[in-house]
């Protein structure tokens, strides 16, 4: 039998594709490589947010029109979510898995083939959650050269706007051999960058007391007792040319001892995604969260300036409940100060079952959306002056890929760019210069093209 996956939506769901391949591919299953060859097509849906969830429905719908013959599979979120109500109202969806336990999907994919609906079920709860050890070795969707690592699974933060602790859980943090043992194995593959992700990195290990979660028996202890500090300094043991990226880290929970572990070992990028999502100080209030436009820039400070080279993306949310002009003058007044690199929006989004869906005071969809524009074009300049100050560095470039390799025309990434979401670097070698995809080369940064640098053979 084949398949074929829609890996869909954001990172964390990728690794949960891969997984979930990895699965099918132990259990004999073929991944085909395209939707004909395919005797179910698996769509990995999300169901955090509105648009999300509009996306994942709008996909099965146009996977069953396109291939009305083939089975239709809806996993992740979306199907753990509304498995009640989706087994209902999308008759295109052959079977639903919530993929608590990515094992399950050998046995939800069989029934979808065979034409048996699923309903989503109740599959246990996978103990540390992100990681699935018996899986075997996990086909990479990722870009050449980079793959993610999820080193935790769910949230103990309850931003009152979103819905992901309710569909993921609470934080289960991996053991830290667990993660070594993951990376080790992808740098033994050749692979050049890893990126950790989770909900909340920061928060990582404090699901056991402050501590990272118990080595499995059998295991040597690798620095057991210091959450994400603990495990960058025992990543930094390995040996090898890679890089580590962490991306999201809630600014109420940033652990500064990583700065000090970064600052002595360069392979840690000083690269942080840290979602500050508001500034004034009573819609982080009403978020839940705790910050204030001045503890964040003090953040800001106190990152820059233990790491002048650091590259800080954020996100922000406009419209949440009750955000009037005067708030949304306070977040453009931090966005100017803050200067970020990087810099993504989202407008609120009313999630069922969370704290904020019954606030009073929402804001129309309108309005939230010329939130986001005004803050989105604010963004330009500043992002770009931010680039410039890569201008004659000679910094490594990880190729990703050949635009025209008779030219000599490669795109890559710096260490300012994170995977899929940043700008790129634009490397010229000219005819007969060659670079491999996945792999480091030097460049020299000449110039800022929009948010993209164009770089020459360093
Ligand atoms: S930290 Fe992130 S995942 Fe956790 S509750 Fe807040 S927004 Fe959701």
């Known amino acids: 039998m084949r398949y074929y996956i829609d890996p869909f939506g954001c990172a964390k769901n990728q690794v949960d594709a891969e997984v979930m391949m990895s699965f099918l591919n132990k259990a004999g299953w073929a991944s085909a490589r395209n939707p004909e060859s395919?005797?179910?097509?698996?769509?990995?849906?999300?169901?955090?947010?509105?648009?999300a969830k509009r996306e994942s429905i709008g996909a099965v719908l146009a996977w069953k029109k396109n291939y009305p013959e083939k089975k239709i599979l809806l996993a992740g979120c979306l199907a753990r979510r509304y498995a009640k109500e989706l087994s209902l109202s999308l008759p295109e969806a052959d079977g639903l898995f919530g993929g608590e336990d990515p094992a399950g999907i050998v046995e939800a994919a069989g029934k979808a083939a065979e034409g048996i609906k699923t309903e989503g079920a109740a599959f246990v709860r996978q103990a540390g959650g992100a990681a699935a050890p018996d899986a075997g070795l996990r086909p990479l969707l990722s870009l050449p050269g980079s793959a993610y690592v999820k080193i935790s699974e769910g949230c103990n933060n309850r931003c009152s706007f979103c819905a992901i602790p309710l569909i993921r859980g609470g934080l289960k943090s991996r053991a830290v051999s667990d993660v070594l043992e993951e990376c080790r194995e992808l740098l033994a593959r050749g692979l050049r960058e890893l990126c950790f992700i989770g909900q909340d990195l920061?928060?990582?290990?404090?699901?056991?007391?402050?501590?990272?979660?118990?080595?499995?028996?059998?295991?040597a202890a690798a620095a057991p007792d210091a959450g994400l500090p603990g495990l960058l300094e025992a990543l930094s043991?390995?040996?090898?040319?890679?890089?580590?990226r962490l991306l999201y880290i809630h600014p109420d929970q940033f652990p500064l001892p990583i700065l000090d572990i970064m600052e002595r070992d360069k392979r840690l990028l000083p690269y942080f995604d840290i979602p500050f999502q508001h500034a004034s100080e009573k819609i982080l209030g009403?978020?839940?969260?705790?910050?204030?436009a001045e503890t964040y820039l003090r953040l800001l400070?106190?990152?820059?300036?233990?790491?002048?080279?650091?590259?800080?993306?954020?996100?922000?949310?406009?419209g949440f409940p009750g955000e009037t002009e005067e708030d949304f003058s306070a977040l453009l007044d931090f966005q100017e100060k803050a200067r970020l690199d990087w810099l993504g929006c989202f407008t609120y989004s009313r999630e069922e079952d969370t704290p904020a869906y019954s606030m009073k005071g929402r804001i129309s969809k309108k309005i939230a959306a010329e939130r986001k524009r005004i803050v989105e074009n604010r963004q330009i300049p500043i992002t770009g002056k931010q680039m410039e100050r890569f201008i004659g560095q000679t910094l490594d470039v990880l190729v990703e890929e050949a635009v025209d390799?008779?030219?000599?025309?490669?795109?890559?990434?710096?260490?300012?760019?994170?995977?899929?979401?940043?700008?790129?670097?634009?490397?010229?070698y000219g005819s007969g210069g060659s670079a491999e995809p996945g792999s480091f080369v030097k460049g020299r940064v000449l110039a800022r093209t929009g948010f993209d640098l164009q770089v020459v053979p360093g």
Do not use: Q
């Not at 990582?204 to 295991?219: I, K």
């Not at 043991?237 to 580590?244: K, Q």
């Not at 009403?286 to 204030?292: L, P």
């Open 202 to 219: 920061g928060s990582y290990g404090r699901d056991s007391g402050g501590a990272a979660a118990p080595e499995r028996a059998g295991t």
């Open 38 to 51: 395919a005797d179910i097509i698996i769509v990995n849906s999300c169901g955090f947010i509105e648009s």
């Open 301 to 318: 400070e106190l990152i820059r300036g233990r790491l002048p080279d650091a590259v800080i993306r954020s996100t922000f949310l406009l």
């Open 237 to 244: 043991a390995l040996d090898g040319d890679f890089w580590v």
């Open 405 to 428: 390799a008779e030219e000599g025309l490669y795109l890559g990434r710096l260490y300012c760019h994170a995977p899929e979401v940043d700008g790129a670097a634009v490397i010229r």
């Open 286 to 292: 009403a978020m839940n969260r705790r910050g204030t």
